[in-house]
């Protein structure tokens, strides 16, 4: 397969994206997809512990997820990451950053994930293969390696590109490949393109956009341009052909998790359509057609990021009123307050990942919110409010039915999830890094 070959060679010459392990004494990256409590929620209906738990990086880069499902279980009992990527470069950045944060739970393997089938790894819980399928010319062996090594429980966390919303960067692609036909020297390359970049007419579809991507080459330089105009193999999906595709390997779509409009809302034609007749009749299509008109509404699409599993319900639901409802990184503050104090009008809030939201609170919303701390379940919830109004003929489902859909609007963008009493909360971003900070600030 000489196409994985250039590809092997891009990422040793140019370990996408590049880390430098020495920042790990300062910060801990985050990945949206491998938030422990969001795989739990949205994979494990909120109930996995963590322990002996069996986690794959598939692709592993230049380490992000590794490390940081690795710092989130590094006191989980009998917990394990296993890293595997192609690029021995990428590998190497990786393992430093894992030994200046002194992780000790992970097993680093250097070879390709089509070859899983045959390296007797066993199985594993959750498998994690961000930035790599759409880089397989058959993305359904690749897929399909990662199920040969899946529990029967387990739960996958899928990156690939979008089809339309990366259009410019096809375009570009194209071009790269008819200068670049017979270059072989990647840095000439690179050199080349810098050239191109600096003569697009403005009627060009990328110069049109150019903003949109400037961030990628501002942050990562000659790596984050290679990465964008000159890779060797580089597809994109369009909804309809991701929803083929997952199926044909015998998957089920649990959730779009990507931050901002790559999250549930973008593919939600309501977030775009406010005509109730039209609303309607897309209602009827299968849900693959509504999220692809979505799709192709937004045109912001650039990645699809999403949770795949061999069963259905795996979803914590909010009807069990076992749960707790809690909020992921950053709550809104003085919410409860916010709402006592606005008369029923609609209250506008934006979300860690800028999200403006806007929502009608109901006539108990106010006093639930003022109980919701994180730790209590929806039942304990639900009895304070009874207590507080004097009202014990109030009933579970009506308060229920007044929290659901403002809780529906937090989830559909994973910043409130779900879990049983019985799983502990984990450590914020800040606890699991100060351990880190305070062994080098000395």
Known sequence: MEYIQEVRNQYENYPYPYRDPEDEKTRLIFTLDAFLEKINHFCYQGKQTFNNFRALVAGGGT????????????????????????????????????????????????????NLPDLDLGTFDYINCVGVLHHLEDY????????????????LGIMVYGKHARAPIYQM?????????????????????????????????????????????????????????????????DVMELYDWIESCGFHLVEFIGPKFESKIGYDPKTFIGHP??????????????????????????????????NTGTKAQVDDLDNVPFFLRNPPHNLADTIAHNNGRKIT????DDISMQFQPGKFTGDIFRYLNGERTLKTIFNKVRKLRKTPQLSNQELLEDFRPIYTIFNDISWMLLRPSSVPMLKSLEELQEPINRRYSS
Not at 143 to 153: D, F, K, W, Y
Request: aromatic share 6%.
């Open 277 to 310: 007749g039209l609303l309607k009749e897309i209602a009827h299509l299968p849900l693959p057609k509504q999220h692809a008109i979505g799709e192709l509404m937004s045109g912001l699409i650039q990645r699809h990021s999403f949770y795949l599993s061999k």
């Open 140 to 155: 359904h062996a690749g897929l399909r390696a990662l199920g040969s090594v899946l529990a029967e429980n387990g739960s």
């Open 349 to 352: 809030i934006k979300s860690p």
């Open 173 to 237: 692609q194209s071009l790269m490949r008819l200068i670049h036909e017979d270059e072989p020297d990647m840095q000439k390359q690179v050199e080349n393109t810098k050239i191109v970049l600096n003569c697009l007419p403005p009627s060009n579809l990328y110069k049109r956009c150019e903003q949109e991507w400037k961030s990628e080459i501002d942050e990562y330089g000659d790596i984050g341009l290679y990465d964008l105009f000159l890779h060797s193999q580089d597809h994109g999906f």
């Open 63 to 114: 380490g992000s997820a590794a490390i940081f499902l690795a710092e989130q279980l590094r006191h989980k009992k009998n917990a394990e990451i296993v890293y595997l990527d192609i690029s021995r470069q990428s590998m190497d950045i990786a393992q430093k950053r894992a030994a200046i944060r002194g992780l000790k739970n992970i097993t680093w393997i250097h070879n390709s994930i089509l």
